[in-house]
């Protein structure tokens, strides 16, 4: 990719509790929904760099999440650059713009192409992105 500042994948984390296919074959067409999204009209993602915060705000507490990883270049034209909503989780300085997706609402098969778990463990959600970070979890 020639241009460094388009990220090569973006993120979507999902709670534990949904049900999740963690192999890319079983996919289905479409994923539910999280509310947040859901409300909001878009699917809200990250890229690898925002991860880390978007554990911390939104999933402190959880003991693992599955990380959809989504090839940016399909979906580039239905991502709008946006910064996050202050009353879903109070301003996050330094993390800058976030991918939105505005596609329906649709995220399965399609587009995502690897699925992912992290677990909060002994070491908290650090210690899970160190190993990522080096392995899957890229810009």
Same mark, same amino acid.
């Given at each position: 990719? *020639?241009?460094? %500042?388009?990220? =090569?994948?973006?993120?979507? +984390?999902? /709670?534990? %509790?949904?049900? *999740?296919?963690? =192999?890319?074959?079983?996919?289905?067409?479409? +994923?539910?929904? %999280? !509310?947040?999204? /859901?409300? %909001?009209?878009?699917?809200?993602?990250? *890229?690898?760099? /925002?991860? $880390?915060? *978007?554990? &911390?705000?939104?999933?402190? !507490?959880?003991?693992?999440?599955?990380?959809?990883?989504?090839?940016?270049?399909?979906? #580039? #034209? &239905?991502?709008?650059?946006?910064?996050?909503? $202050?009353?879903?989780?109070?301003?996050?300085?330094?993390?800058?713009?976030?991918?939105?997706?505005? =596609?329906?609402?649709?995220?399965?098969?399609?587009?995502?192409? &690897?699925?992912?778990?992290?677990?909060?463990?002994?070491?908290?959600? !650090? $210690?899970? +992105?160190?190993? $990522?970070?080096?392995?899957? +979890?890229?810009?």
């Amino acid at each position: 990719m *020639t241009d460094s %500042s388009k990220p =090569n994948y973006i993120y979507k +984390l999902v /709670q534990h %509790s949904v049900p *999740t296919p963690n =192999n890319h074959d079983d996919l289905p067409e479409r +994923l539910p929904v %999280s !509310d947040i999204d /859901q409300n %909001s009209g878009f699917v809200h993602l990250s *890229t690898s760099v /925002q991860v $880390a915060g *978007t554990l &911390r705000h939104f999933f402190a !507490d959880d003991p693992g999440v599955y990380v959809l990883r989504i090839p940016y270049d399909p979906v #580039e #034209e &239905r991502i709008r650059w946006e910064d996050p909503k $202050a009353e879903v989780c109070g301003p996050r300085g330094g993390e800058g713009m976030f991918p939105h997706l505005y =596609n329906g609402l649709k995220l399965g098969k399609d587009e995502i192409d &690897r699925v992912e778990i992290l677990e909060n463990g002994a070491g908290g959600w !650090d $210690a899970a +992105l160190e190993k $990522a970070y080096m392995d899957w +979890l890229v810009w």
